[in-house]
Each structure stands twice: as structure tokens, then as C-alpha cells.
């Protein structure tokens, strides 16, 4: 297993202190970590701290927000990038889902205090509660359009929202266990949604119907994707013809994260299985890196890499650490990954570069949204925080 570095989750505001000091550690599953500190000696006229490093690590690269170090023994090396603001008042109870409209200007989330809230992202000022759910709220997403919002409930339904006024002209109704996840297919006329029923189902917004069953399982499916797959894979051919509702769905691979350590593939117009890959834990979330690779997280820490040209066997399977992962979404040419023990990174499979987004002293992060045109990161996090990122810094 690959060496890590951690760091302590404040040290961008220790080390700007005289004299301060702040932890780094390497760590290597089944083996005892390597612990060692940094210390300040001050900052130079563009204000960015000059930092030495004890017990053999070494301090590469520092500017005002990211760190680049090192731990030469085990051949390691991380950025580290602390936030750029965090928004502490948009909910008082751990954040479980989050994301960031195609504009950039509001995010929207949920969290343990049961609200379902869209907010300005630059300064965590509320618009609007969206008020109608029956139970908690375990997902929520924009739209493509940033105009409107879809969510999920452990009250088995899915909602959609008007961002402007806060109506909710459409509730999807069906299945009969909580909502799990939700994807959007293309522009959005139709959504899947995957819940504790075992189900994962598409629906036409427009008509409020369930226009199909994509599998049904024997335990719950806790995450979803869906993206075109490679024309050389072959995605199976519909028994009968698609509903002229069904927009988008041609050469789409749906992909679900299951309860029983199963990673699976489908076929989304022709509802047939694809491919099963089975692991040593659950999988919690998946999603999909590219028409030919997906990834799967578990459990027990591991992510599973696999090419659907070939589902022989993984295709690489990283464990940093044994904490469940959490959530999923591809980035540039890798992926960002959150983890139950405060972890939210970035890493490029190919040279395992990491990118460490720092800020929580081991809470959790649930969930978290990328916006690719700002290079902005925005987490949820158990401790009721929302951390902004510039991902670049």
C-alpha cells in the first residue's frame, strides 16, 4: 500500500504565528506512522511563510494558501490547499450533500437540521428554504440549468425545485424505500434516482412518471452515475422500443454503487447488466472517469478502478487509509475522493499526485461539488461547516 501525508488541519493560520508549529505525518496501512512538525520562521515580504520540517520530512514549496511537502523515505509528496473561506451559519448540524450551480453564484444543501437550503456561494447568505419534504433529505443537485433543483428523501420521493420562488411543481413517486442519490441525464428531462429499495429508477420530469426499472437488487444501492460509454462497449440492445419520453438515454452507462460490495454496469436504454464486479466491502458511491473507466469507493477505505472494455479484473485499487470512502467525482485527469476520517483529496491515478484539501480536524465529509470552469471545491462536513476552495492555489 501507498504511503500517505497528513497535516494538522489548521496549519495555514499556526504557521503564520511567530514561532508556530503544526504536525505532518506519514502514514502506511499496517505500519506505525511517522510524525514530525513544522515550524515557522516567519513570513517573507509577500507574506507567505518560510517553514523548516523535523524527523526527515521536507517543505518543498509554500505560497498563501497551499504547502508542497515531502517524506523522501517513502517517496510521498502532497500539496496541501487550505480553504479559502468557510461558511459556518448555513446549517448548525452536520452537512450531508451539497452542490454548486453551473454559474457558480449558489450552492444548495442539506443537512442533519433538516433543512434543504440554497444559499449565495461567495457568502453562505440564504435565499430560500425548500419546504415539503416528509423526512430527511439525503440528496440534492442543480439541474444543468443552475434554475432548478432535484432532490432525494427518506420519504421514497424525489422533488423538484424552483430556485427563484422555491415551488415545487413536480414530485416523483415510486419507490418504496429512502432515496439514496440522483443523476441527471443530459440537459435533464430525464433523472435516475437509486434508493434502499434495491431499485434504481428513470424518470420522465415532464409527465411525473417512472419511465422504467434499471435493476432491482436484494439490498440497498447507495450511489449512481450515469455517462456515455465508449462506443466499443457494448451496452445491449432494449427489448422494446424506448418511450418517445426517454431523451438521452443511447449509448449511456448507468452505473450503481451497491450494498453488497457489488459495483455494477447498465445498459441505461436497454436495462441489461454490463458488468458486475464484486469487492471486499460495500460500495458507498461510484462514478464515472471517463467513456472507458469507472470507480467504485468501499467501506473499508479501498477504490476500485475498472475498464469497462475489460471488467476482468480492476483496473488499479487504491487504500490510503481503512476509513470509508464517502463520495466520488472525477476531476481533470483523476478524481476528487472525501473519506469518513475528514479526508477530501484530489489524485491522479496515472503518478498518484495528490492534491490534500485541509480544514477538518477528522469530521467527516460527506459530500462535496466541483465547479470546473472557477476551479472552486465546496465541502460538507460532519462538523456543520461548508469549506470553499480555490483548487488551483
Not at 419511465?211 to 444501492?221: A, D, F, K, N, R
Not at 464515472?288 to 468501499?298: A, D, E
Not at 475489460?310 to 483523476?334: A, C, D, M, Y
Request: charged share 20%.
Amino acid at each position: 500500500m501507498a504511503a500517505r501525508l497528513s497535516i494538522q488541519c489548521d496549519w495555514n493560520e499556526t504557521l503564520r504565528e511567530a514561532d508556530g508549529q503544526a504536525w505532518i505525518s506519514c502514514h502506511k496501512i499496517g505500519q506505525p506512522s511517522i510524525h514530525g512538525e513544522l515550524k515557522s520562521l516567519g513570513t517573507n515580504s509577500d507574506n507567505i511563510p518560510e517553514i523548516t520540517a523535523s524527523e526527515g520530512f521536507v517543505v518543498n514549496e509554500t505560497t498563501r494558501r497551499s504547502l508542497v511537502a515531502s517524506y523522501p523515505e517513502e517517496n510521498v509528496s502532497s500539496k496541501f490547499i487550505s480553504p479559502t473561506f468557510t461558511l459556518s451559519a448555513v446549517h448548525n448540524k452536520c452537512v450531508s450533500s451539497i452542490d454548486i450551480s453551473s454559474g457558480g453564484a449558489l450552492g444548495v444543501s442539506t443537512g442533519a437540521d433538516g433543512k434543504l437550503l440554497i444559499w449565495e456561494s461567495i457568502n453562505g447568505n440564504i435565499r430560500r428554504e425548500l419546504k415539503g419534504h416528509l423526512g430527511e433529505v439525503n440528496c440534492c443537485q442543480f439541474f444543468p440549468s443552475g434554475l432548478v433543483v432535484l432532490s432525494g428523501s427518506s420519504d421514497m420521493q424525489l422533488r423538484i425545485w424552483s430556485v427563484e420562488d422555491g415551488s415545487c411543481p413536480v414530485t416523483l413517486k415510486g419507490h418504496k424505500g429512502g432515496i439514496t442519490d440522483t443523476a441527471i441525464v443530459e440537459k435533464g428531462r430525464n433523472v435516475v434516482s437509486c434508493s434502499r429499495d434495491g431499485s434504481a429508477k428513470l424518470w420522465d420530469c415532464g409527465q411525473t412518471t417512472c419511465l422504467g426499472t434499471m435493476v432491482q437488487c436484494h439490498c440497498p444501492i447507495n450511489g449512481c452515475d450515469v455517462s456515455v460509454a465508449n462506443n466499443s462497449v457494448n451496452l445491449g440492445s432494449p427489448q422494446h422500443s424506448p418511450s418517445e419520453r426517454e431523451i438521452g438515454t443511447d449509448g449511456k452507462l448507468l452505473l450503481v454503487a451497491r450494498e453488497d460490495n457489488t459495483l455494477q454496469g447498465i445498459g441505461l436504454q436497454s436495462r441489461q447488466s454490463i458488468f458486475e464486479m464484486t469487492a471486499s466491502a460495500a460500495f458507498n458511491c461510484c462514478a464515472v472517469l471517463s467513456s472507458t473507466h469507472v470507480i467504485g469507493g468501499t467501506q473499508d477505505g479501498s477504490i476500485y478502478i475498472l475498464d469497462i472494455r475489460n471488467t476482468s479484473e480492476p483496473f488499479k485499487i487504491i487504500q490510503r487509509s481503512k476509513s470509508p470512502v464517502l463520495q466520488l467525482k472525477r476531476h481533470h485527469n483523476g478524481f476528487v475522493a472525501s473519506t469518513g476520517d475528514g479526508s477530501c483529496y484530489y489524485m491522479n491515478p496515472e503518478n498518484n499526485f495528490t492534491v490534500e484539501y485541509t480544514g477538518s480536524d477528522f469530521d467527516a465529509v460527506y459530500d462535496f461539488a466541483i465547479h470546473e470552469d472557477t476551479g472552486t471545491l465546496l465541502t460538507a462536513c460532519r462538523d456543520a461547516a461548508i469549506r470553499r476552495y480555490s483548487m488551483e492555489s
